[in-house]
Structures are given as structure tokens and as C-alpha cells.
């Protein structure tokens, strides 16, 4: 909100208050002030002088040479362009030196080689409403030299305030200046509607009748009738402020009702009396296939979840939003009916949210207005449209009528506001704020002078009424807040609580997630972050039809953007991006991975579902239990890993490295290592389940009991051509919760004697070439007649010349050893052999 | 001259060209240097030997002195080529030491990795308030309009709602992505049983993108609750964690403000970390830094969870770890959080 300095001053007198001082005052009691704008539109001297004479151009035909006085010195030759310069008007010089609106600066110059020494200006020029061809002509009664900046009320100081929704009684002037009075202990100067002059013989119910349909409705209408009114433009004062806080001048009549609305923070509208058909206002629902064109031009279809103004037979306004152009205020409209009342706050809202249609009406409506004022409002906006038609006709010399304004207004107030008692206990008080020599008469001060009205009072309890404008003062601690927020939040103290020690317990997901992210940044990887959305094309560069468990997305009513649309269900899209926009900075060796989250519609979901997938139809962990019994999406906690093939760049000491699969496998061996999860096996992934990974270099994960971890592979080549990507990179993604689940399970550790050394043999076998590292594995494991081999390590695989078709060599380095005695090459040989004929009949295998 | 007489006079020249050899190898003076002058001397034919051979030549009772003699002259040539050897192998040492120099400034590559920035300020952050006995709390991110609106005192249809733009979920009723991390106030109290200490940090969404704001971004709601809990110890909480990160000369300011879970309520300010107050371009000359939003628990939040809220009064605070982050690292782009990009990531570190 938009605040005049110079207008508050009105409410509030802010002699020797600082700008400064005001605006720490604004922020200290809530009304946070989020900028200062000084306005000063015109720089150096920008004066009131008269054309004192007035020649033809000789060299252009539409220019004149203008002898202009400004009350200093010689009369200043000015080369105009102005029609309506003539002798003898009084007219705005721009001197030499001076500054307009828009950087425009005045020099000294020659025009069709004529000296010209200054300008005279239009209202455009000056950056004024109004836009009437020609310079501007002033009343005769000003006086030359006078400053045109302060004519024309243009120089202020805007105070830029954000207003928390609460306090829709700071939507007004008049609010805002009693918070700044009680803050500063000044006093609240409220204009005195008593002074108007009203025509008591003019009577508003003999022109106007209002009916409310419903009082939830409408708490309040009251109706002014005001005749011999003239549309004419408000006074420069009145222009000026409206300006300052955001709204354009239009004519006396809606000026008044803006300026009324920004003093008093209650909406105002006014009619033409002859647009209301039957001289009857109803508030009512809008009717089936009713529909308006409102006053921004706009035919609106209205529904029955909208208040109308209507006259006998049509809608003739959106009550609280906007008013319609069939009752508008029109230039020879001569007689008017002044609208102030209550709407219900809920109705607007939705009514402007549907025409997304938010105008400084409805957003007070919304918030609330204060009831109890709309005879006020209605007075005051007919009592300004009065003073300020008189200010004009005699600035203006306008022959027009004195309008006439109606002794009683139409006032249908159904069921008239009843202040609620809330009782404040000075102890309360106390122990909330922590202020124990805040007392019973602070609080009566600062809550009377914010127009609260105390009822009772001791000095432990005091019952207080809240005023008709404060619609967020509810219960004792609203008070509470009131006392303290004007005694000043500076003066709490800083204590800490008393509490028995002992914290609550945590769940164990919360720190391993800290953990998990250490292991794997110091293995090698970089963590990274990214919005956790995808788009439906996603699924389609990844292969994912509609019958795949990850197609069950859970999606967004409002996204930002199409491919924001779903949220993600996994983490592999960001990844990918992330990895694509580094290969666009020309970075190599990408190796990012992201432990976050994914999400899943149950309600989607296969009913049958592979056994890989089974965990997406279980709510994660990190949803308490209570919440896990409402219908929600499921969230699992996930880490994710994209490593690029270009792994490690050539240096002096090794070879460029280029990344695959193994290096994936390898980052999660070490990184689940180190939560002692050692078992792992790798199998083969089926194709059907992972359709972005390369058939023949993908596996699922599983931990020493069998149960699914995740996946890894390299990207499918048609994924990694969709995505645009040249090269695949190796990717996986684990489910957290499992791991976690897994570190958590109790291991056996050696204890025993390893101090007799260990003795090894390299052996080379022959076997099928479909033979996998894993059946050696599964054999080792079940050698019968295993007494000392403890471990076995491929180190060369071999396929090709000098080997039979079908054939590869598998080479083994096998270690033996016992923690009884040192083993001879005998009890080795003998073991040796033993495995090297249980190979041949398990796997057919044969020594080179 | 006696048999003897020669004996010793051969003895002496053999000590004599001894101690002149020795000097004399020192010049080039190796193993083999060594080497060959033990076989000269203690060689099987060597100088030292056959002085043995001429003991035969002397008589009985000669033979005794001039074999001390001799022994002693053995042990001196002895000696003398210990010492030269020791002296030997320090200087092939020496050589050897200096064949083998490294490039020491020849650069490694490690396979280090790094941390998010967001990641370590909420780990400094957590560790903080665990000091201070609080509890870490999480909850679901796709929430209930329930946990995230109606049972924080936002009313249905007040403009209060408007103060946060927020993504709704398709096909589902009152589902939301939680606009706050303050949806843990309520799923903690409804799990846990005051005293609370609770702290929950996470990811937090509004539709809202541009040079300020992200629509995925992250926040750290905390709260307490017990009996007598009072707008000062709300107020020492905050103080004492601030100081704790930015350092224990700054100082804290609360300003009222709304937040409809809340009364009384405010925001809070830091005094600047970069100028500590004294003005400057990150604090816009004030001084002061926004820092977040806090105030006591409403009593209609306590009620709505079945809580007394006479007897239980408590406070919440909340505020975005991603300029935290920004301002302890010095960042100046907050949507470069979000891009993956490894050059600005591998910079961190994985300690906080």
C-alpha cells in the first residue's frame, strides 16, 4: 500500500517526525515499511508566469514568439507551438535549467532561428492527468513566480508499506495514522462529518429503496442520495494524492469515492440515479444466465455464488468487486446514489478469484470493513464532493449549481455489530511476552488509544471491547499482541526455557540421510539438488508405457510449466539434465548424485506389481504413522547417481578412463561398504522392468538376504539419443529405506588367530563362455571339501586365439589359509586338487 | 740390524703407507675403494698377512713383542677400514639419496566428491539446535490441506492463503505440496506429547519462480512447547542459534507481522553478516538482514489438536536455509543451487 506522507499528516500531526523516524515507527508495530520514494517530479525553477505579448513566427506558421512574465526580472522570450497561447493567459515556464518528468531538460535554444528561452508546458509535460491539447492555462488568481511543483501538490514522500492481511483496517489512512498515533502518543484527527451542510428537506428513501436478500449477504447497505452533481475534474489536490497512491483521476464524483476508499478503507461506489430501474437496489445471488458487462468493459457471466447489485430488473453492479457500465457515472449524469456496505468477505473472494479480477475493492471487501462506518463514509464522500464542486467552480470560474446532499441516508442494517467482551489477565500477559512489569494500566493506554474500549478494569484483569474495525482481535492473546506490539517487541527479554532435559526420539532415516550423503561425497561424487518434477515426455524418452509402475505420477493442477507437470518418480530425469547442461558447459567426468525424494499415485499403481516394484505401493518411512492412514501419494527417500563414460582425463601418471557399468558398481560396493553392507549381488536385470537401461549392462541390487535395493546400468541407447545425449551414461538409483533397514541388521566379525600367514596359488580354467563370474562364485561357495581356501580373486579373463571356439580362460589367485598353524605346501596341493576336480564337475571347467 | 729390528721397521712403513692410503682414498672414496684396500692390507697376500709370514723368521723370544705388534697394527688397519667404510656407505647413501629426486609439485587426481551447499548448512544447523536438546522431526512433502492450512488457523477462503502460492495435486481432495515445513508442527503434535523440542529442515514448494525465488526451495521449521514458554525464551532461542552461526557479536530484532499459526507474531532480523551492522550493499545500507518468521503458538492450533491450551504455550519459527546457505558461502545466484552444475558444486566441501 501506497502511502502520501503529506496525506497522513492530515490524520496526525507529524511535525518534527523524520521521515526516518515515521518509517522505523511503521516497521516497529507491523506496518513494514518496504520503500521510500520522494517525490519530486520537477527539478529547478519551474514557474507561474503570463503571456504578456504574442507574435506570428516569421519563418513557421503554427509557432508564436511569446513574451512571457514570471515576476523576476525582464519578460523571457518563448517560442510556443500551443494553440491556446494567447496574450493575457496564465501559463507554466519551464526556465533554462530546469528538469520535467521523463530526464526532459530545458536548455536554451533556437527554433526556426528564433531564441527561445524556456518552455511553456502541457499537463503530459508535467506528468499530470487531465491530457487536454494544449498548454496549460492557469486561474488568474495565482501569483507570478509561484512554484508549479507546489501548485500542483507534486512533491511528497510515498511511503511503500506491506500490509499482512490481518489488518484490513490499515487499508485506510485513517487506520494507519491511529496505529502511528498510539505508537508515537499523538493524537487521532478523524474529519468531523457533522460539519457538512445537508438539505434536510432532500430525503434518499424518496429516491431509493434497498433490499438485502440475505444478511449473510450483505450486513449493511447504505444508500446517500445526493443531487446536482457535475462530473467535472476533482481539484490538483485531490488529483495529486489519488496519483500518489496508484489511481487515476477521473472526475470529482468517482475521485471522491477513491479518495473516501483510501482514507477510510471502505469501498464506496456510486451510480447514476437514472441507471437504477424502479429506483430499487436489491442485493441478491446473481441469477442463472445472468449476466454483466462491468465497468473495465468486460461482459461477465455470473453464477449463483455472486452478489449483485440489481435494480428492479437487471444487475447493475458485482457487489464488492466491480461496479457495471450500465450505471456508471457519465459526463451529464446530475443526480447520484453514494453505495457504502458490508459484503461477505468469503463470496468476494471467490467471485474475484473466478474473474481473476482483483481490484482495491474487493481486496478490502475481502479482508473486511469496518460496519459500524458506512453512514460516515457515505457523509464524507458526499460532504467532499460538495466542498470540493464549490473549490472548483471558484478556481475555475465554473457556473454551476451547489449539489445538494440528502439529510438521512437509506441505511438497511439488519442486525447491527454487538462489540464481543474479551477478558486480559494481566498475568497472562506477563507470562507470554515475558515482560513482568508489563502492567494492567500500559495495557489500558495502548489498547484505548487504539480504540478499544475497556469495560472492567483491575489490576489483574481488565474485560475489553474490540473495536468494529479490528475484525482480527478475537480472544485474549489477539490483545496480547495488540499491548505488546505497541509497547515495543525490543523490550522482551532474552531468556531460554526451562525445560526438563531429554529430547524426544528421532527417527534413525533423519541422520543416516547426513550420513549417507558424507560416504558418498567422500567415495567420489558430487551432490547436487533439483526440482523434483517431470513432464509427461519424460516417460516416453525413458521407455516407461503406462502399464510401468512408474507411470503412476502423481500430477499437478497448477505447474509452472509442462514439463514441471508431474512430480517426479524418479530421480533419473534431474540427473540427466543436470548431466546434459554440464556436457553444455563443456565440463567431462559428471558424477553427481541427489539423495531426495520421489513420488508415487497408489491409486495408479499395476495391481500386480513385480517384485522390484512392490516397495512404490508402501508408504516411506519418514511419514509419521497417524498421516500414513490418510489416502496420500507415496513418498520414497532415494539416492540417485549419474556418472559420465568420460571418467578420468588422461594424466602424467595414467591413462584417460573412460566409466561404465563397473564404475557404478563400484561406487555403491564402496559406499554401502562403509555401512558394513558387504554382501551384495548383482543379477541381471529383466529388461520389462528397467526400460531406460541397456539390457545387456543393467542388474538389480540386492543385499545378502535377496531383498531389493535398486538398480544400476548403463542408459539404453534409445533413452540416451531422446535426451539428446551423445554417449550413455552409467546411472542407478537405491531406495534408502531398505538400506537402512540393511545396516541396521547384526553381523558376525573374525575374532579368532590371523597370525599365521596365508599361502596363494594362481590358477587358470577353462570353461564355457557363458560360464558368469557369479556361477565361479556360487561353486566356491559350495565346494564340499573347503578346509583352508578363504578367498578367491579374478584377475584375468581371456576369449580368443589359441582357445577353443566357445571357450574363455577365467584366471583365479586363490589364497588359503588357517588360524591353527602355518600350512604346508602339501595341505595346500591337497585342497588344491580337491577344488580343481569339484570346478571340473560343477562347471566343466578345466585347468590351462 | 736385527730380524726384529727389520720386523718393526717393516711394520711402521706398513702403518705409515696404511694411514697415507687411507688419507688418500678419502678423496674418491667408495665400497670398492674400501674393498680393495682390506685386500691389500688383510687380504689373503695382503700387506698385513704376510707380515705374518715373516714372524717366522724371528726367534722364540722375539716372537711375542712383535707379534703384539703386529695384532696391534691389524686392529689400527681394522679400524681404520671400519671407519672408512661407514664413511663409504654414508656417501653412497648420499649419491644414491641424490640420483632419486621427485617432481614434487606433479599434481595427483583424486576422486573427492563434494557436498551441497544447502546440505552442509542444514547439517551445521541441525547440529546447533541438537545442542540445544531439540529433536529432528520429518514429514511428508505432498500433504493434506489439513496439515499444511486448516489446522495452522488458516482459515478457508481468507486472503492469509494468498500469502503463499500453492501447487495442487490432481485428481485428489485438499492435496497439496506443502507450501512450509510448518505442516511438522501439526504431525509432530499429533505424535509426540509436550515437552517438545522439535526442529524438521526439508524441502518446501510455491509456485513462484524468479531471480529471488525457486519453486522447490528449503526450509527449517522449529518449535517449542511446554508449560510457561514465553515470547523471551522464543526470543533466546533464536539469539542464541544465530550467534552460534554468524558469530556472537550480532544481534537479533523482532518485528511484528502475521503468520496465522502464530500470536503474537513477527519476523525476525539478523544484524548484517558481511558489514555486522555497520550498512552495506548485501543488507541494503540498513544494516539489518530478514532472516525469517516466528511467534508463540495460537491457542487455536493448540485446540484444533485437542491440546489445553491454557496450560501449554509454545513457540514456532521458520525460515529458508537456501539464503542461509547463500549468505554464509557468499553466493549471489540462488537459482544456481538448482542446475547441477558441477563446477560450482565440487567447490564445496563434505565437513560443513
Known amino acids: ?848 | 740390524m736385527s730380524q726384529l729390528e727389520i720386523c718393526l721397521k717393516q711394520i711402521e712403513a706398513i702403518k705409515g703407507q696404511f694411514q697415507a692410503d687411507s688419507a688418500s682414498s678419502k678423496a674418491q672414496l667408495s665400497i670398492k675403494v674400501v674393498e680393495d684396500l682390506r685386500i691389500k692390507y688383510l687380504g689373503r697376500k695382503g700387506l698385513v698377512t704376510s707380515l705374518m709370514e715373516s714372524l717366522k723368521t724371528l726367534s722364540k723370544e722375539e716372537k711375542p713383542a712383535a707379534g703384539k705388534v703386529i695384532n696391534e697394527l691389524r686392529q689400527g688397519v681394522e679400524a681404520g677400514l671400519e671407519s672408512l667404510k661407514v664413511e663409504a656407505d654414508a656417501s653412497a647413501l648420499d649419491a644414491s639419496l641424490s640420483q632419486y629426486k621427485l617432481d614434487i609439485s606433479l599434481p595427483t587426481q583424486n576422486l573427492q566428491g563434494s557436498l551441497h551447499p544447502v546440505t552442509l548448512m542444514r547439517r551445521v544447523m541441525l547440529t546447533e539446535f541438537r545442542k540445544l536438546g531439540f529433536t529432528v522431526y520429518d514429514g511428508p512433502e505432498i500433504d493434506l490441506d489439513f496439515y499444511n492450512f486448516e489446522a495452522l488457523n488458516f482459515k478457508e477462503d481468507h486472503p492469509a492463503r494468498d500469502m503463499q502460492d500453492t501447487f495442487f495435486v490432481a485428481d485428489r481432495v485438499a492435496t497439496i505440496l506443502r507450501t512450509h515445513t510448518s505442516n511438522i508442527q501439526i504431525h509432530a503434535m499429533m505424535h509426540e506429547k509436550a515437552p517438545m523440542r522439535v526442529v524438521a529442515p526439508g524441502r518446501t514448494y510455491r509456485c513462484d519462480s524468479d531471480i529471488t525465488h525457486t519453486p522447490m526451495f528449503h526450509q527449517i521449521e522449529g518449535f517449542v512447547v511446554d508449560k510457561n514458554i514465553s515470547m523471551g525464551d522464543m526470543k533466546g532461542i533464536v539469539d542464541r542459534f544465530l550467534k552460534q552461526i554468524f558469530g556472537q557479536d550480532l544481534s537479533i530484532r523482532l518485528r511484528p507481522s502475521f503468520f496465522p499459526f502464530v500470536e503474537p507474531g513477527a519476523e525476525f532480523d539478523l544484524q548484517c553478516v558481511k558489514c555486522r551492522g555497520a550498512g552495506c550493499r548485501i543488507c541494503k545500507a540498513t544494516g539489518w538482514l530478514e532472516i525469517g518468521g516466528l511467534g508463540m503458538i495460537h491457542p487455536n492450533v493448540f485446540e484444533k489438536l485437542g491440546m489445553d491450551s491454557e496450560e501449554y504455550t509454545g513457540f514456532a519459527f521458520g525460515f529458508g536455509i537456501d539464503r542461509i546457505a547463500m549468505l554464509r558461502y557468499g553466493l549471489a545466484d540462488l537459482r544456481q543451487l538448482f542446475e547441477g552444475d558441477q563446477q560450482f558444486l565440487s567447490q564445496f566441501p563434505i565437513q560443513p
Open chain 1, 1 to 848: 500500500m501506497q502511502v502520501s506522507l503529506r496525506w497522513l499528516n492530515e490524520y496526525i500531526d507529524l511535525t518534527g517526525v523524520s521521515t526516518d523516524d515515521l518509517s522505523k515507527a511503521l516497521t516497529s508495530i507491523g506496518l513494514e515499511v518496504e520503500g521510500i520514494k520522494h517525490e519530486k517530479p520537477l527539478k529547478g525553477d519551474v514557474l507561474v508566469g503570463k503571456i504578456i505579448a504574442a507574435d506570428k513566427h516569421p519563418d513557421a506558421d503554427k509557432l508564436q514568439v511569446t513574451q512571457v512574465d514570471v515576476g523576476r526580472g525582464e519578460p523571457l522570450t518563448i517560442v510556443c507551438g500551443a494553440p491556446n497561447a494567447r496574450v493575457g493567459i496564465k501559463v507554466v515556464v519551464a526556465m533554462i535549467g530546469s528538469e520535467l518528468p521523463k530526464d526532459f531538460k530545458i536548455k536554451e535554444s533556437k527554433i526556426r532561428g528564433q531564441k527561445s528561452l524556456g518552455m511553456l508546458c502541457s499537463e503530459e509535460e508535467l506528468g499530470l492527468a487531465g491530457g487536454h491539447d494544449g498548454i496549460i492555462e492557469l486561474p488568474e488568481s495565482v501569483a507570478l513566480g509561484t512554484s508549479v511543483a507546489q501548485y500542483f501538490h507534486m512533491e511528497d514522500s510515498i511511503i511503500e508499506i506491506g500490509l499482512t492481511p490481518n489488518r484490513s483496517d490499515c487499508l485506510g489512512l485513517i487506520g494507519l495514522a491511529r496505529d502511528v498515533a498510539a505508537k508515537l502518543g499523538k493524537s487521532l484527527k478523524v474529519p468531523d462529518d457533522k460539519k457538512i451542510s445537508v438539505d434536510a428537506s432532500l430525503k434518499s428513501d424518496a429516491y431509493i429503496k434497498v433490499n438485502i436478500e440475505s444478511s449473510e449477504d450483505s450486513r449493511r447497505f447504505t444508500a446517500l442520495y445526493m443531487s446536482d452533481v457535475r462530473a467535472i475534474p476533482s481539484p490538483r489536490w485531490m488529483q495529486a494524492r489519488l496519483q500518489h497512491a496508484g489511481m487515476r483521476p477521473i472526475n470529482i464524483i468517482v475521485d471522491a469515492t477513491n479518495y473516501v476508499m483510501l482514507e477510510s478503507g471502505q469501498p464506496i461506489h456510486a451510480y447514476d440515479e437514472r441507471d437504477i430501474g424502479g429506483k430499487t437496489l436489491n442485493v441478491r445471488r446473481a441469477r442463472e444466465d445472468e449476466s454483466i458487462k462491468t465497468l473495465d468493459g468486460q461482459e461477465r457471466k455470473l453464477l449463483a455464488t455472486d452478489i449483485v447489485i440489481a435494480d428492479a430488473s437487471k444487475a447493475i453492479g458485482v457487489a464488492g468487486v466491480m461496479g457495471g457500465a450500465n450505471s456508471e457515472i457519465k459526463g451529464d449524469t446530475r443526480n447520484i446514489v453514494i453505495e457504502v456496505a458490508h459484503f461477505n468477505p468469503s463470496l468476494v473472494r471467490k467471485t474475484s478469484k473466478r474473474f481473476a479480477l482483483h481490484t482495491e475493492a474487493s481486496h478490502r471487501f475481502e479482508r473486511g470493513v469496518d460496519i459500524e462506518n458506512t453512514v460516515w463514509v457515505a457523509r464524507r464522500v458526499a460532504g467532499l464532493i460538495l466542498s470540493a464542486t464549490e473549490e472548483q467552480r471558484q478556481e475555475l470560474k465554473l457556473d454551476i449549481p451547489t449539489p445538494r446532499i440528502a439529510g438521512q441516508a437509506v441505511d438497511n442494517y439488519p442486525k447491527p455489530f454487538a462489540a464481543k467482551t474479551i477478558e486480559l489477565r494481566i498475568a497472562r500477559m506477563q507470562a507470554i511476552t515475558g515482560i513482568k512489569t508489563l502492567s494492567a494500566k500500559n495495557a489500558v493506554t495502548i489498547l484505548e488509544q487504539l480504540g478499544c474500549k475497556t469495560v472492567s478494569q483491575t489490576d489483574s484483569l481488565l474485560k475489553i471491547s474490540a473495536p468494529s474495525w479490528r475484525h482480527d482481535i478475537e480472544r485474549e492473546v489477539d490483545l496480547i499482541e495488540e499491548v505488546i506490539r505497541i509497547h515495543g517487541y525490543e523490550h522482551i527479554p532474552l531468556t531460554l526455557p526451562k525445560m526438563a532435559i531429554g529430547a524426544l526420539p528421532e527417527h534413525p532415516l533423519i541422520d543416516f540421510i547426513d550420513q549417507n550423503k558424507a560416504i558418498l561425497a567422500q567415495i567420489g561424487l558430487h551432490e547436487t539438488v533439483s526440482f523434483p518434477f517431470m513432464g509427461a515426455q519424460d516417460l516416453e524418452h525413458l521407455g516407461i508405457k503406462s502399464e510401468h509402475p512408474l507411470s503412476a505420477l502423481v500430477k499437478l493442477v497448477n505447474p509452472l510449466a509442462e514439463h514441471h507437470r508431474f512430480m517426479r518418480s524418479t530421480m533419473l530425469v534431474g540427473l540427466i539434465q543436470a548431466l546434459a547442461q554440464n556436457r553444455r558447459n563443456g565440463l567431462k567426468g559428471t558424477r553427481l548424485f541427489e539423495l531426495a525424494r520421489t513420488f508415487h499415485e497408489p491409486k495408479s499403481l499395476p495391481k500386480e506389481l513385480a517384485p522390484v516394484w512392490t516397495s512404490l505401493s508402501k508408504q516411506g518411512d519418514h511419514v509419521p504413522v497417524k498421516a500414513r492412514q490418510d489416502d496420500r501419494p507415496i513418498e520414497k527417500t532415494k539416492v540417485a547417481a549419474i556418472i559420465d563414460p568420460s571418467f578420468l582425463p588422461k594424466s602424467w601418471d595414467h591413462a584417460e578412463e573412460q566409466a561404465g557399468f563397473f564404475h557404478g558398481k563400484a561406487f555403491i560396493t564402496q559406499w554401502l561398504a562403509a555401512f558394513g553392507i558387504r554382501s551384495l549381488r548383482f543379477e541381471t536385470a529383466n529388461a520389462k522392468d528397467f526400460p531406460w537401461l541397456h539390457p545387456g549392462a543393467s542388474s538389480t541390487i540386492h543385499n545378502a538376504k535377496g531383498e531389493y535395493l535398486g538398480w544400476l546400468g548403463e542408459l539404453h541407447p534409445a533413452s540416451t539419443k531422446a535426451y539428446d545425449l551423445d554417449t550413455a551414461p552409467t546411472v542407478f538409483e537405491i531406495d534408502l529405506e531398505i538400506v537402512l533397514a540393511s545396516y541396521g541388521e547384526q553381523k558376525s566379525y573374525i575374532s579368532g588367530n590371523t597370525r599365521f600367514p596365508p599361502s596363494t596359488r594362481d590358477v587358470a580354467l577353462l570353461v564355457p563362455s557363458e560360464t558368469s563370474y557369479d556361477a565361479f562364485m556360487k561353486s566356491f561357495v559350495n565346494f564340499d571339501r573347503r578346509k583352508y581356501l578363504k578367498d578367491q580373486r579374478l584377475f584375468d579373463i581371456y576369449q580368443g586365439q589359441n582357445l577353443p571356439q566357445g571357450k574363455k580362460s577365467m584366471a583365479f589367485s586363490l589364497t588359503f589359509s588357517s588360524d591353527q598353524k602355518t600350512l604346508t605346501d602339501a595341505d595346500v596341493d591337497k585342497e588344491l586338487d580337491a577344488l580343481l576336480s569339484w570346478l571340473k564337475q560343477d562347471l566343466s571347467a578345466e585347468q590351462r
